[in-house]
């Protein structure tokens, strides 16, 4: 999208020449001129791949006929968004879990003001304000928040006579009677630093706590690059730390036990309460055969429930992709606004909710009235008050703030070395790598082209085939998870463009291989899934939105370059190839989720798994010179 649409009556051919000169970037919305009824594609970039294999991707596209959506498996990190949108960038759609607050707000101006959707409108406006960057425009929709918080063990209360809490005096004296009996009262799993900072979030009184900050973050000072510490505010999380101590409420040992541990221990009678961070309860109890209920968390005059959005959803607003699209920037909105809007609708964050067993406390409707399960119901008060607090996950933070308050209750570090310690992991955790790695001439799109296909996966599948000496190497399309984009590289920008996929290698006979890549290519839903292959030629048959392997060839000498770049013309690559003989071995690298097909498919000949994901091996081989730069096009297949 450019300012106005400046290609939107170019023809498809006219389209390709425009894709050659500008592969840079890849576009929000590439839809074919050529027939009226082609479909408008929209991109979708999710926190990890569990959204393609939970069924929820698939439900999505059901509810979206008109549209082509294609997945890409991004990072649960806005900064890995904010990246692409400083390179000119963004996919369509983009979901995520944890909210770094610095890079929300620097990534706002690049994401769509979603305010005057029907979508929007359907929230409650404290629903929409109480995320941050949401004050101006409506740039974040949260998704159905799930219960996170303490759960009780019915029968260890019920056995030793000790009353349910309702308020925070009996709270305190429930964790005193249990201590009392030798039974852990709270089993909190505070070794995870993200669980500890969890924790001291649904802890921290109300009066601790505005409307759109919460405890620990009113802690933090942000500014528009970095996250610093308030010197003012700090001893107040170390002296409500030591004050929750001090009530018997948190222990030592918390500190020292893994989620797992704290977990067993409450399954053993071991603790009286948990920490639950999955939003389970209801399932839970039925899981391990037992009777839980979950609690508030109970304040000086106060109590609330905890919850957390299952993601966040956003829609891009950058008008400058590099290639331009054929569509309006009205049109292009629309697309992605459709698509994200089925996301957060009532009947999708069900759906979500139900595949993974999580309770509902917040609704994307202000309209849908929660039902709370009998494990929840001490929580009706809470909700039917409006006292929900909403929990942000943040790594950022959790890490630094985290790993600080457990070292000062391990006595690592005292309250006064507590500010110089979580301003010094901040600061570690903030640093960029400055050191050039390599420099790319050009950039190199993410998205499948029917004439080029994939061009940044294989790149990266020729790059790694040259670190691991292989003759040939198949990688998934969710290989690449954004453009290459041109200019200096760190590894830091390396790593942000390749996947953390397992790499195997295999040795196959022509015929083998052959075969695998014919079950590859069949495995294939859409051009979007066909595998990326470099140093063979693949020629491909598409019927009936079927995917037939024709032949395969191995490709023995590139063509010429335009330019020597790697945006040169698609049937420029492949001067030359000679068939696969069934009597010679071929060394294949591989790599993908292990669930897709070309490392599933690959089990057959027993490959030899790497140390490393195929993000490792992508970043050294720059580091360590193997790679200077990017390799020319390969021309790996063809539509027949």
Request: aromatic share 8%; net charge negative; glycine share 6%.
């Amino acid at each position: 999208m450019g300012e106005g649409s400046l290609f939107a009556k170019l023809t498809r051919a006219a389209l390709c020449v425009v894709v050659a000169m500008t592969l840079a970037f890849f576009p929000l919305v590439l839809c074919s001129c050529d027939s009226p009824d082609q479909k408008t594609h929209v991109t979708v970039s999710v926190w990890d791949d569990s959204v393609l294999t939970s069924g929820f991707a698939q439900y999505i596209e059901e509810q979206n006929p008109d549209y082509e959506i294609e997945w890409i498996v991004g990072d649960d990190s806005l900064d890995f968004y904010d990246y692409q949108a400083k390179h000119g960038s963004l996919p369509d759609v983009i979901l995520t879990k944890d909210f770094n607050r610095v890079s929300a707000e620097s990534l706002s101006a690049s994401l769509y003001d979603l305010g005057e959707t029907d979508i929007a409108a359907s929230y409650s406006e404290d629903t929409l304000r109480s995320i941050p960057c949401n004050s101006d425009a409506v740039k974040y929709l949260p998704g159905a928040s799930g219960f996170e918080g303490i759960v009780i063990n019915s029968y260890l209360f019920d056995l030793y006579g000790v009353s349910v809490p309702s308020d925070k005096q009996s709270f305190i004296e429930a964790c005193k009677a249990f201590s009392e009996r030798g039974v852990e009262p709270l089993a909190a799993g505070m070794a995870d630093t993200e669980i500890c900072y969890e924790v001291m979030q649904g802890f921290a009184d109300a009066s601790l706590v505005s409307e759109t900050e919460d405890f620990l973050s009113q802690v933090l000072k942000r500014d528009s690059s970095s996250v610093s510490v308030d010197a003012s505010s700090f001893p107040d999380a170390l002296s409500y730390l030591s004050d929750l101590m001090a009530q018997g409420v948190i222990s030592t040992e918390s500190f020292n036990e893994t989620p797992d541990q704290a977990e067993q221990k409450f399954l053993d009678g071991k603790a009286a309460m948990l920490f639950l961070s999955d939003g389970q309860a209801s399932s839970y109890g039925a899981q391990h055969n037992m009777t839980v209920r979950a609690l508030p968390f109970f304040g000086d005059s106060s109590s609330w429930a905890f919850a957390q959005p299952v993601f966040m959803g956003m829609a891009s607003d950058v008008k400058t992709q590099g290639v331009a699209s054929t569509a309006s920037d009205e049109a292009v909105h629309k697309a992605a606004v459709d698509v994200l809007s089925s996301i957060m609708s009532v009947d999708a964050q069900n759906y979500y909710l139900g595949l993974y067993g999580i309770d509902k406390l917040v609704s994307t409707s202000a309209d849908d009235p929660i039902q709370l399960p009998d494990a929840l119901s001490s929580l009706s008060s809470s909700l039917e008050e409006g006292s929900v607090r909403t929990f942000l996950p943040n790594r950022l933070a959790s890490n630094a703030v985290g790993e600080t308050l457990s070292d000062v209750v391990k006595g690592e570090v005292d309250a006064a070395g507590a500010l110089d310690e979580v301003e010094g992991l901040l600061k570690a955790e903030q640093s960029e790598d400055k050191k050039v790695l390599t420099s790319f001439s050009e950039g190199v799109s993410g998205l499948f082209d029917d004439t080029k296909g994939n061009v940044a996966a294989l790149d990266i599948a020729q790059v790694s085939s040259q670190a691991l000496n292989t003759d040939a190497f198949v990688v998934s399309p969710h290989a690449a998870r954004c453009p290459l984009y041109a200019g200096d590289k760190t590894a830091t920008d390396l790593a942000y463009s390749v996947a953390k996929m397992p790499v195997a290698v295999v040795s196959l006979s022509g015929d083998e291989l052959t075969e695998y890549l014919s079950r590859c290519v069949a495995a294939a839903k859409s051009p979007y899934d066909l595998p990326v292959v470099s140093g063979l030629h693949l020629e491909i048959a598409q019927k009936n939105g079927s995917y037939h392997l024709e032949s395969v060839a191995k490709i023995t000498s590139s063509g010429p370059q335009s330019g020597g770049t790697d945006t040169s013309s698609a049937n420029e690559g492949r001067e030359s190839t000679a068939d696969l003989h069934s009597g010679d071995t071929y060394t294949v690298g591989i790599s993908s989720f292990s669930w897709e097909t070309e490392l599933s498919e690959a089990g057959a000949y027993d490959p030899v798994g790497q140390k490393g994901s195929l993000q490792d091996v992508w970043v050294e081989a720059f580091r360590d010179g193997k790679v200077a730069s990017l390799p020319a096009y390969q021309d790996y297949f063809a539509f027949s």
